[in-house]
């Protein structure tokens, strides 16, 4: 081939013309890159006032180009092999025929098709466009994180090709027939379809992840702390991350001025003297969190400790700080769990969830009653909105002069769900990881502490993901009390609050195992089983597990009449207190309210 100018020219321009048409259709920005430069930007340029004003309409508007084809297109994404007709089933709750959001099904061409199907009692209207063979990207659900998320429909656009769907992203996502009864959540509390149309049975169903539906808000998702951290080290909490008997959890939080942290520690018969011995340090780990949300202070440092070899039995006094001469905190003090089974005492409460300024009165109460209670069991929803940060901002905030001297064990609720899956939380505590494979570590785990064994799981998730690794750790441990702390009730207080799936999965294990008791929330009000065994009451707690739901927050709920309920009542925020006396033989178990009457008691000897 002959080389002439021209040609070159030519091939310059055409080599040009690949490289921009390349990143024109090549692979879009990811929804969590777009998602994260749009909020920086927000938070950047208005003020909080100003972005609570937006409106589906007003926030698509600010997006950038490269930010509308992420959103528009990337947050789901699959191969079809034929071409296709695509339904996206949305919400009729955001309107129709034409929704208020998400942008993109007018803008990509979604025709609303007058089809509706029922989902979770609401109804849900299909938009409809065709694809040819190769990638479908469809994309968010709201701004706002509003309503339920659209689930998907897909069938062959001719009739006798068999439809394969591959490479589905998120992997989570899965796939089964779209009739009478599938399921669009694949969890166990959201109801299945009804009254599916003809057009719409035996396509295929593109199941998603509830929890997704508001993580992808630009609306009302900014919001600012109360309790900013400062360059000192505040909002100390302890926590169990090892064994109860030989170490101890620490965590706090600094502004970003502090970048690192320590834990100075003494045992209290070495500082209690004319000459005191020499602390020793352990250096945290400091993580740097990130919360665009937060406008007033996006970022943070969490930084945590653990002070491992420790006696058991034992007290020791201990600071945190960055290290330096001056920049420890006041001496506080913990306890170690004891070598060999003794009498011990504990808190559970129910939901915090809203109300801080008045569960830090019961909590303060609990504390000044109970100062011998080792540690404090939360059964989830200890916020309201899990993954907005300046909530457990509050949280530790009110919670600042107890849990800097009693370890808490805290639980996951639906609320720590909140934006989506439990991130923050897992951020937010320095916990065991010794739960199940199959569920995110934190999320669920056990302990040991005195001769009881304590277990704690995720009832947000399909029990099948905890039965195994419950049953072998009941089976496995030769504790004397077995107390199974989890939120959603096993025996629901309210009405159409029942959750059948978890008794269905988890009440053989427990009658196998015989847990004692079971310690939940979720209910808002207070409700005690009888001892209860294959589904029925039975005689004596000896016989049978004793099933609790309490609430200590502010948020209550009315109850219905249950014929397993011993002791119920509404409208009061208890904490409880359970005592393991008698060389080990004997708990008492008494709910207090916030003047500290007894609400209920019960005596379980063994
Ligand atoms: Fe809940």
Known sequence: MKVTV????????????????GSAVGEPISVADALDSARQRLAGTYTLEQLNAMTPETVTAELTD?????????????????????YVLHDKRFGEPVPSEPFWIQERGFESTGLEVLCDGEPFVAYARDFEAGLVGLGVNSFSGDYLHYFVAVKAAREGEVLEITNLQPACLQTTVFEEGAKPYPLPDWDPLERVPEELAGATLVQVDIAWRRTTRLLDYFTETEYPATAQADNIVLTWSGCPKTTQGIQWRTSVETT???????????????????PT???AESTLVKTPSVVNQPELYTHTATLTDLEPGTTYVYAVGD????????????????????????????????????????????????????FYLLAGDNVNRGNDRN???????????????????????NHEYHGGPPDLYRAMFHLRENGPESVPAKQAYSFEYGN???????????????????????????????????????????PGRDNVWLRDAWLPVF??????????????????TGPMKADMPVESPAEGTIYVVSVSGTKLYDQSEHSYTAVGFVDTPTYQVLDIQLGGHRLTYRAYDIDGNVKDEFVKEK
């Open 511 to 528: 009658d196998r195992h015989h847990v004692d008791l079971v310690l939940q929330g979720h209910d808002h009000a207070y409700l005690r």
């Open 260 to 278: 690192k942290g320590a834990v100075a520690y003494l045992n209290t018969a070495d500082h209690n003297t004319f000459t005191p011995g020499t």
């Open 391 to 413: 909530e457990w901002d509050a949280l530790f905030h009110h919670a600042r002069d107890v849990f800097d001297r009693r370890v808490v064990v805290p639980a996951v609720g």
């Open 281 to 283: 340090l352990v250096a």
């Open 66 to 86: 490269a930010e509308r084809v992420a959103l528009g297109t990337a947050h789901i994404r699959f191969i079809v092999n034929v071409p296709v007709r695509v």
């Open 452 to 494: 009881a064994l304590f277990v704690v799981l995720d009832s947000n998730l399909p029990p099948e993901t905890h039965t195994e690794w419950l049953d072998t750790t009941l089976g496995d441990s030769d504790a004397v009390w077995k107390f199974v702390m989890m939120h959603h009730p096993l025996y629901s207080s309210g």
């Open 323 to 374: 290290g330096t001469e001056n920049g420890w905190t006041e001496l506080a003090e913990f306890t170690t769990a004891p070598e060999t089974p003794e009498p011990f005492s504990f808190v559970y409460m129910g939901d915090v969830q809203l109300g801080f300024p008045r569960w830090e009165s019961l909590l303060e109460r609990a504390f000044r009653e109970r100062p011998d209670a080792a």
């Open 6 to 21: 021209k040609s070159v020219v030519l091939f310059v321009l055409i080599a040009l013309c690949l490289v921009s048409l």
